[in-house]
């Protein structure tokens, strides 16, 4: 199977989260606010900073992950060339894998992943880049769920 990945947009990306971008005008501030959940109001949020590699090309997804009480932000904090693999999940509490979508943002633009959403690990494509993650985290087994998947290849 072979992923075209698609502009991101939030309409397209409403499914799985929200889409957030840096304001067109200056000292405009905007707030991002509405995706951010935490269905475990006792676990503090966790906020991490990542050097991200980026991945050999062409890119295969190998595993797929979630974080079943927690959405889950990804702000670049560089300009950087990355690829976000989502997919829905079954009734079976699954990835459907054949309904995967990829997305490649725009400069500027983050996401936060819903609460359950099944997604590929942070994908970059060209060079390290620096990004903050944020999330809530206990550390227990229940912050993240991963599984390995059949080879999934996205198509640049």
Known sequence: MALVP???????FAPYGEVFAVPEAVGV??????GLANLKPHV????????AAPVPQPVVVEVIERHVFTSQSLVPMAA??????????TAEDRPDLAA???FLPAPGQGITL??????????VLDAP??????MWRDYGSEDEEVIAIPPMMVAL
């Open 6 to 12: 698609r502009p991101l947009t939030a309409e397209a």
């Open 29 to 34: 501030r905007t707030s991002f606010d509405r």
């Open 44 to 51: 503090p949020a966790s906020l991490s900073i990542i050097l």
């Open 80 to 89: 950087a060339r990355w690829v976000i693999v989502v997919a829905p999940g």
């Open 100 to 102: 995967a979508e990829a």
């Open 114 to 123: 819903a609460p359950g959403t099944w997604h590929a690990p942070l994908t």
């Open 129 to 134: 880049s620096p990004f903050a993650l944020l």
